[in-house]
Nanobody
Framework: VQLQASGGGLVQPGGSLRLSCAASVRTLSTYIVAWFRQAPGKERNLIGTIRWNNGITYYADSMKGRATISRDNAKKTMYLQMNSLKPEDAAVYYC????????????WGQGTQVTVSS
């Protein structure tokens, strides 16, 4: 599985941004795909996941209520819509994938930088 994250950039506080993660794989139907983020000097933290076969999502507390994860099966692309962005949301955002039932994410995108500043 190869993952390509994109869509990062500079956004003002209170603004919105949509990240994309394109997958190069025959099918994602047996995978869970996730978004993580890592700020400088901090651990990489989970934002949320989406189970590809049925679209069920899970959100960690970090961005709950401000983030929406979705996917486009035909495009094999996952999205992270982020709203009401705050300066503390600035980080490198990563997408990752793991097979259903796996305990760790074995495939990672390269990361895309999000900067929140006026």
């Amino acid at each position: 599985v190869q993952l390509q994250a994109s869509g990062g950039g500079l956004v003002q506080p209170g603004g919105s941004l949509r990240l994309s993660c394109a997958a190069s794989v025959r099918t994602l139907s047996t995978y869970i795909v996730a978004w993580f983020r890592q700020a400088p000097g901090k651990e990489r933290n989970l934002i949320g996941t989406i189970r590809w076969n049925n679209g069920i999502t899970y959100y960690a507390d970090s961005m709950k209520g401000r983030a929406t994860i979705s996917r486009d099966n035909a495009k094999k692309t996952m999205y992270l819509q982020m709203n009401s962005l705050k300066p503390e949301d600035a980080a490198v955002y990563y997408c990752a994938a793991k097979p259903l039932g796996a305990t760790s994410y074995d495939w990672w995108g390269q990361g895309t930088q999000v900067t929140v500043s006026s």
